[in-house]
Nanobody
Framework: EVRLVESGGGLVQPGGSLRLSCAAS????????MTWARQAPGKGLELFSK????????NYLDSVKGRFTISRSDAKRTLYLQMNNLKPEDTAVYYC?????RGQGTQVTVSS
């Protein structure tokens, strides 16, 4: 059974940082590209960052480029998202995704 479990969310002030993690199980993690997505209140799901299976290629939407960094540890079967210089518009539930599978999400709230 594919399982993706996100953690690391919370409340942070504008300009602050958070590091999200996504623990993966139930599939060959090292064989799959992974995606971070988010859904802000009242908005649709936004897939904003991807990393390929060997970790060499990453992609970001302009909304997070230069502030967020996606990475992975195949040894730990974990996907990461380092988020710096957070803005109120980054407030959302953050999900990791592999193909059609998505975790339960972790809430990130950016507010003073």
């Amino acid at each position: 059974e594919v399982r993706l479990v996100e953690s690391g969310g919370g409340l942070v002030q504008p300009g602050g940082s958070l590091r999200l993690s996504c623990a993966a199980s139930g599939f060959f993690f090292e064989n799959h590209g992974m995606t971070w997505a988010r859904q802000a209140p009242g908005k649709g799901l936004e897939l904003f960052s991807k990393i390929n299976n060997d970790g060499e290629t990453t992609n970001y939407l302009d909304s997070v480029k230069g502030r967020f960094t996606i990475s992975r540890s195949d040894a730990k079967r974990t996907l990461y998202l380092q988020m710096n210089n957070l803005k109120p518009e980054d407030t959302a539930v953050y999900y990791c995704q592999m193909g059609a599978f998505r975790g339960q999400g972790t809430q990130v709230t950016v507010s003073s």
